[in-house]
């Protein structure tokens, strides 16, 4: 069965880098458009980017681009959100997702001084 496995989430300040991993079982990484989401307290769920199957279309929510960088390596079936510039309203849980319905648990982003 499909699963999404993220992780790299944590505390950072304003203005510091993070580095998110998704590990994808369970159906064809290497052809399929990836994304991240993510949700912040007391918010609906978001997205934030979406990467075609090899890599050639990128595109991203207006308030991260030129911060968040999405990539991926089908050989590892892995797909990475580089976050850099961090602000508070990044704070949230960050998930990958597949097609409309699938998404892992999520890594928990919190950016605070």
């Known amino acids: 069965q499909v699963q999404l496995v993220e992780s790299g989430g944590g505390l950072v300040q304003p203005g510091g880098s993070l580095r998110l991993s998704c590990v994808a079982s369970?159906?064809?990484?290497?052809?399929?458009?990836m994304k991240w989401l993510r949700q912040a307290p007391g918010k609906e769920l978001q997205w934030v980017s979406s990467?075609?199957?090899?890599?050639?279309?990128?595109t991203y929510q207006e308030s991260v681009k030129g911060r968040f960088t999405i990539s991926r390596d089908n050989d590892k079936n892995t797909l990475y959100l580089e976050m850099n510039d961090l602000k508070p309203d990044d704070t949230a849980v960050y998930y990958c997702?597949?097609?409309?319905?699938?998404r892992g648990q999520g890594t928990q982003v919190t950016v605070s001084s």
């Open positions: 369970g159906f064809s990484f290497g052809t399929s458009i």
């Open positions: 990467i075609t199957s090899l890599s050639t279309i990128r």
């Open positions: 997702g597949y097609r409309d319905n699938f």
